[in-house]
């Protein structure tokens, strides 16, 4: 059931419109000012606006700047009594879908509802897309089912809709700017850039112009302004990566653009506003260095509003296979080479090796072995290793077992499955909590792999 709202101050043409747009089964709500009207979406979502242009107050050109600012995906319809082609181009120029001129006649005013309709179909349709394609990619990149990386992902989902600024620790190589990533695309934000910045990369002077741009002439080369990190992320999402590497005096400005989200370009004196999520990362211990004076206070307790831990690979060790086999398809599809397995004793060399890189070292190696793969499989001898082996019986038996050189994804997640129950004894919601899985599901998986 469609929802319309219309806006005029005259009593007279709401009556009307109401009669004749109830009579074709739209549910119409009617408001006598833009301000009355703001109110009224905010309580309920409508499909299409009917604005009158003239009103005294907020008129109908405040009422769109306002729609088409809080992004509701209303369609708007301008209406006048006033033969202006300036206002009506003005509102077209705005975002206004169509613009009727007084007295309305009955056929043009459904026929504007109709086609607002259709509009408002698809901008919806064209929305569900969007999400079911961003959800995909997400759940594609989140590759994992151990206790350790389920914890990220549960706070991931948690944190991501929230506008809290977030810190993520963890060695080198767990997976920071992925996850940045993931907190950018589960967020309102999705839709606006996400920009990313290594804090470590640059000395403190190229560092603070690129975080806040420059004015033309601000220093020698600067021949004419260009925007900063902070612009360009505007309305999205800036990942600072390495923040514990920050020179002091870049700190504290960042500060301010945290604090109340101004700041001004190198050589510039006017101080510009943006609407920035800011998550940052670092493999330093930032209270240690708070401590040591190597990072301001203020600004460690600014951004550790949440923090996120990422585990190191050594101990989310039953998600080596997963990572394993998705890096193969991934590296075997990208450089065209028929490798679909691992063999045995290679996978078994893969989760008893300590993995000092991480997941990143788990790639390069991957990447690597299926370019020197000579077969179908990869083999003990594809794989470059540094000698940093762990003793296997040194190894809970559950952090890691053994598959078919040809396993599939699906066979994967069948063994962890197994593996998980008899861990559990059989007691099913026991295992299912292990898995961070619902009971249903786990019933569900367990008939479709036909495991007793």
């Avoid at 220093?219 to 260009?226: C, D, S, W, Y």
Wanted: glycine share 6%.
């Amino acid at each position: 059931m469609a929802y319309l709202l219309i806006v005029d101050d005259d009593r007279d043409t709401r009556d009307a419109l109401q009669v004749i747009l109830r009579r074709e089964g739209f549910t119409v709500l009617a408001a006598a000012s833009g301000e009355e009207a703001l109110k009224q979406l905010q309580e309920q979502p409508v499909d299409v606006l009917l604005c009158d242009v003239k009103m005294p107050g907020m008129d109908g050109l405040a009422v769109l700047r306002h729609v088409r600012a809080t992004e509701t995906g209303v369609v708007v319809v301008m209406m006048s009594g006033h033969h202006d082609i300036a206002v009506a181009v003005e509102a077209m120029k705005q975002g206004a879908f169509d613009y009727l001129m007084k007295p309305l006649s009955k056929d043009d005013v459904l026929r504007a509802v109709q086609k607002a309709l259709a509009v408002r179909a698809l901008m919806v349709e064209n929305l569900i897309l969007r999400h079911q394609i961003r959800d995909q990619l997400v759940r594609a990149q989140v590759i994992g089912s151990s206790p350790a990386w389920r914890r990220v992902c549960d706070l991931i989902e948690q944190v991501a809709p929230s506008q809290a600024t977030v810190l993520l620790t963890g060695e080198s190589g767990t997976g920071k700017e992925l996850v940045a990533g993931l907190l950018h695309r589960l967020s309102g934000r999705a839709e606006r850039p996400f920009i990313v910045l290594n804090a470590a990369a640059l000395p403190a002077t190229l560092l603070e112009a690129e975080l806040f741009g420059y004015e033309k002439g601000a220093f020698t080369g600067a021949l004419q302004r260009k925007p900063g990190h902070f612009e360009l992320a505007d309305g999205g999402t800036l990942f600072l990566d390495e923040i514990g590497d920050m020179p002091p005096e870049v700190q504290v400005k960042l500060l301010r653009v945290l604090q109340d989200g101004t700041f001004q370009r190198l050589g510039g004196t006017r101080a510009l506003q943006v609407d920035v999520r800011v998550v940052a990362a670092t493999n330093k211990n930032l209270a240690q260095e708070v401590m040591t004076q190597r990072f301001r206070h203020d600004l460690y307790y600014r951004l550790n509003v949440i923090t996120i831990p990422l585990p190191p690979l050594r101990e989310r060790r039953q998600d080596i296979p997963l990572l394993a086999t998705h890096f193969l398809r991934l590296y075997a599809q990208e450089n065209h080479k028929e490798v679909t397995g691992i063999q045995q004793e290679a996978l078994q060399r893969l989760q008893t090796y300590a993995w000092p890189g991480n997941v990143r070292e788990l790639e390069n190696v991957m990447e690597r072995a299926v370019v020197l793969a000579q077969g179908t499989t990869v083999t003990t001898a594809d794989l470059s290793l540094e000698d940093h082996q762990l003793d296997v019986r040194q190894l809970p038996t559950e952090d890691c077992f053994v598959l078919p050189a040809d396993a599939t994804l699906a066979q994967v997640e069948r063994e962890t499955i197994v593996q998980a129950l008899k861990r559990r004894h059989g007691n099913r919601q026991a295992t299912a909590r292990q898995l961070a899985i619902g009971v249903s599901t786990l019933y569900r998986k367990l008939k479709d792999y036909e495991i007793a």
